[in-house]
């Protein structure tokens, strides 16, 4: 069975950080990305970065690049998301999600979330 679970979310400042963790299990190969998503209260949810595991691909939207540094644990097989420099924008909830055997834009499974909430 796959599951990723993510953690790390919270409450900080603007121009705070705050790191997101993802741990994935139950895939059968490493033919697969995960993605982080986000979606903010009324709006649509958007991807933020995404990490291929096999190919080491990676991607970042334009409103966080620069900003937010997408890495990977083999070793934990956990995807990290480290979010530096925080705007009240980045708020919302975070997921991460995996998607095969790319990055994609297409998730196939998700995490239940967590919250990051930034003040102003």
């Known amino acids: 069975e796959v599951k990723l679970v993510e953690s790390g979310g919270g409450l900080v400042q603007a121009g705070g950080s705050l790191r997101l963790s993802c741990a994935a299990s139950?895939?059968?190969?490493?033919?697969?990305?995960i993605g982080w998503f986000r979606q903010a209260p009324g709006k649509e949810r958007e991807g933020v970065s995404c990490i291929g595991l096999r190919d080491g691909d990676i991607f970042y939207a334009d409103s966080v690049a620069g900003r937010f540094t997408i890495s990977l644990d083999n070793a934990k097989n956990t995807v990290y998301l480290e979010m530096s420099n925080l705007r009240p924008e980045d708020t919302g909830v975070y997921y991460c999600?995996?998607?095969?055997?790319?990055?994609?834009?297409?998730?196939?499974?998700w995490g239940q979330g967590t919250q990051v909430t930034v003040s102003s």
């Open positions: 999600a995996s998607e095969s055997p790319y990055c994609s834009g297409r998730p196939d499974y």
């Open positions: 139950g895939f059968a190969r490493d033919d697969y990305a």
